[in-house]
């Protein structure tokens, strides 16, 4: 027996919204104008989206639900649920989708951003579709081979993003490649970051930095933990990686010679915890030794010069419980070229 | 269940129907209240089963009326259907004093009639009632395709909504200007 729902009045419309799930005040909102200007009663504001780029958007509803809406190009699939409730599939391509669905339920953040597969050039519609409804992005990841190229065009739109917890890039741009951040998420992940500089650095206002084929050095190193140890600086860094071939034993960083690591009994394991969305980043630094900020602050740095060369750096949390172990004997494996200043 | 009386509301209503009590236990007097809708049909409700509505529990609270009082002046619902009243008020009997279980098998069952159920619960505030009636409306589209929806909610296209916009300004226009020769002969 049919219902003329629309003629509730907009608080009993609301009710009944807020017991329908995103597919069926979608499936809604495509009746008419007036049926999808109605939607938001559902209090579909306070959902989230995610978007994987070119294939699926999700949204999450208050109750952590995950609806996945999936692109086909088979109509006989279009709009079937009937197969599993948590997914559909839907003629709009994934930009078209995204910006309908913002614009529907009004949603204000983006949970996470992704590209999977190997075409930036698609994924470039998407930061547009969020940089002009000034959109909230919790998280970006970037991956993808053979974009060289592309990722010089989505730089300057990703600068424009509003990314505020995470931001990982696993693209390797061209050798000439340059980029400057005007603001930082809490969290960023390079796997090719030889185009970060130590003025990046030394601006960077992150919590947890990883920067994998850098091309820092060690006098940038001793820079960058000269200024850490004033009062003040990197109020928010909780940890930072560096992975540099550039880092040697030809010069010493705050006057230690490398490797350098503690060798007293027992030591301490120090962690870093980055809580993400999807994933939890948890880095244990242990042989580390001691640095202590003007204002007391306790940083622990480990730098190693075995096959990989890294430079760890974790701020102690107070709050933190300190694990103390004794050292064991390992071997320090040292590759032959230690001492060049190789390129990435 | 309720009393019902065929009848203007200042017809007697029947004697209040008693549950039968242990011996144990005090006799504690129960009020009663009297209610009718559209039809005029009364119906006689007890104060607890009429605790489920915020509206006239509300109302009883302030009145402060004796059994006499609350027989001479029943609350007048007049838009509320009489068999809609009639509905609420057994679910309100049928729940009196004890919460709603998620599923409850005792609601009422008439589709047809959920339209107008949805609107008299809302209005009287019985929110177990309407958290329910809500979940049926809402329960009909599951599963169902967009054309479906369409037909179950009723859901008018974009061109029937502009024909009765354009309607609805039509007539607002021609009762504005009634209404100006209406108020234009009063002055002559």
Avoid at chain 1, 216 to 238: H, S, V, Y
Avoid at chain 2, 78 to 93: R, S, T, Y
Wanted: glycine share 6%.
């Amino acid at each position: 027996m049919p219902i003329a729902l629309l003629n509730f009045p907009t608080d009993l419309l609301g009710e009944v919204f807020k017991l329908c799930n995103p597919f069926e005040l979608y499936f809604l909102s495509k009746c008419s104008k007036r049926a999808r200007s109605c939607v938001k009663l559902g209090g579909t504001k306070h959902w989230k989206i995610g978007c994987c780029c070119c294939s699926t958007v999700s949204i999450e509803c208050e109750d952590n639900m995950i609806y996945d809406f999936l692109q086909t190009k088979e109509p006989n699939y279009y709009y079937d649920t009937a197969f599993l409730n948590n997914y559909i599939e839907i003629p709009e391509g994934i930009g078209e989708l995204l910006a309908y669905l913002l614009d529907t339920f009004g949603i204000r953040t983006v949970k996470w951003l992704k590209n999977k597969g190997r075409d930036l050039h698609s994924f470039l519609q998407i930061p547009k579709i969020l940089i002009d409804r000034n959109m909230e992005v919790e998280e970006l990841w970037l991956d993808g081979f053979g974009n060289e190229d592309s990722i010089v065009n989505i730089m300057p739109v990703i600068n424009q993003m509003n990314i505020t917890r995470e931001f990982e890039c696993l693209v390797r741009p061209r050798s000439d490649f340059q980029n400057h951040f005007t603001r930082y998420p809490k969290r960023i992940e390079f796997r090719y970051s030889f185009w970060f500089t130590i003025d990046q650095l030394l601006d960077c206002t992150c919590a947890h930095i990883e920067l994998f084929k850098s091309n820092l050095n060690n006098q940038d190193i001793n820079m960058f933990l000269e200024k850490w140890k004033r009062a003040g600086t990197f109020p928010n860094l909780q940890y930072l990686s560096i992975d540099s071939k550039r880092i040697d034993k030809n010069s010493s960083i705050l006057d230690m010679v490398l490797p350098i690591k503690n060798t007293e009994n027992p030591s301490k394991a120090v962690t870093a915890i980055f809580r993400g969305n999807h994933r939890t980043h948890c880095i244990s630094v242990d042989n580390g030794v001691k640095v202590v900020k003007e204002d007391g602050t306790e940083g622990w740095l480990k730098v190693e010069l075995n096959s990989w060369r890294q430079f760890q750096f974790v701020v102690r949390n107070p709050d933190d419980v300190e694990q103390e172990f004794e050292n064991e004997e390992w071997d320090d494996e040292e590759p032959d070229d230690i001492g060049s200043d190789d390129e990435n | 269940m309720s009393s019902t009386e065929q009848g203007t509301s200042s017809a007697a209503p029947a004697e209040p129907t008693t549950a039968p009590e242990s011996a144990a236990a005090p006799e504690v007097p129960e009020s009663f209240y009297y209610v009718h809708g559209k039809d005029k049909v009364v119906h006689k409700v007890s104060a607890g089963a009429l605790q489920h509505s915020a509206l006239i529990h509300g109302m009883i609270s302030n009145l402060g009326y004796t059994e006499e009082q609350a027989k001479a002046n029943p609350f007048p619902f007049e838009n509320i259907d009489g068999d809609i009243l009639q509905m609420v008020v057994d679910w309100c009997n049928q729940h009196k004093g004890k919460p709603t279980p998620p599923e409850d098998t005792n609601l009422p069952k008439q589709k047809e009639k959920l339209f107008d159920l949805v609107l008299a619960v809302n209005y009287l505030e019985i929110k177990e009632l309407l958290t329910y009636c809500c979940k049926q409306v809402a329960m009909m589209v599951k599963g169902k395709s967009p054309e479906e929806i369409r037909e179950i909610w009723m859901i008018p296209t974009d061109a029937e909504d502009e024909a009765a916009e354009k309607e609805a300004k039509k007539r607002a226009g021609k009762e504005a200007a009634g209404e100006t020769a209406a108020a234009a002969g009063d002055a002559k």
